[in-house]
């Protein structure tokens, strides 16, 4: 068992008792000075002051994890306006958004730039301008949910 999936199933377990989805996990760097990125998330969303109280109650679990003996550093987020789309629920909770996908092809790569409308066990779908793209999980290569910050016009002003 890698060192991520041994502190998915210390976290997790603790983070749904709380009522709280233990979405990501990451490790990053190594050595002296890594950096442990948990991503969480609810249904209504995480504030900032439940950010501060799990974040003390994951760091008390880490604490007594022997495969965490040197420093390392806790970051403790919500999975944000754009996100990574690494794991299928993460693309479950994302049906109905508009995703950039980069799939792996015969010829190189293929960007798809639409909505996700079908999550299913293998593969998902993106409308792409009216045109249906199956895409398999295994072909991705990289995908993330897109964030468009419609402006409204000034008052007075169309």
Request: hydrophobic fraction near 35%; avoid cysteine.
């Given at each position: 068992?890698?060192?991520?999936?041994?502190?998915?199933?210390?976290?997790?377990?603790w983070?749904?008792?709380?009522?709280?989805?233990?979405?990501?996990?990451?490790?990053?760097?190594?050595?002296?000075?890594?950096?442990?990125?948990?991503?969480?998330?609810?249904?209504d969303?995480?504030?900032?002051?439940?950010?501060?109280?799990?974040?003390?109650?994951?760091?008390?679990?880490?604490?007594?994890?022997?495969?965490?003996?040197?420093?390392?550093?806790?970051?403790?987020?919500?999975?944000?306006?754009?996100?990574?789309?690494?794991?299928?629920?993460?693309?479950?909770?994302?049906?109905?958004?508009?995703?950039?996908?980069?799939?792996?092809?015969?010829?190189?790569?293929?960007?798809?730039?639409?909505?996700?409308?079908?999550?299913?066990?293998?593969?998902?779908?993106?409308?792409?301008?009216?045109?249906?793209?199956?895409?398999?999980?295994?072909?991705?290569?990289?995908?993330?949910?897109?964030f468009?910050?419609?402006?409204?016009?000034?008052?007075?002003?169309?």
């Amino acid at each position: 068992m890698s060192r991520r999936d041994r502190l998915w199933a210390l976290i997790e377990p603790w983070l749904a008792a709380e009522g709280v989805e233990l979405d990501d996990l990451e490790i990053v760097g190594s050595g002296r000075g890594h950096t442990v990125r948990v991503v969480v998330d609810t249904e209504d969303g995480v504030d900032l002051e439940r950010l501060s109280d799990l974040s003390e109650g994951i760091s008390r679990l880490l604490d007594t994890e022997p495969d965490l003996d040197d420093p390392y550093h806790l970051e403790l987020t919500s999975p944000g306006l754009e996100r990574k789309l690494t794991r299928r629920r993460h693309y479950e909770k994302s049906v109905g958004r508009e995703v950039s996908v980069k799939v792996r092809r015969d010829a190189g790569t293929e960007v798809l730039k639409g909505l996700l409308t079908v999550v299913g066990d293998d593969t998902f779908a993106v409308n792409v301008g009216g045109d249906i793209h199956e895409v398999a999980y295994e072909a991705v290569t990289s995908a993330r949910t897109v964030f468009r910050w419609e402006s409204t016009p000034k008052p007075g002003k169309r």
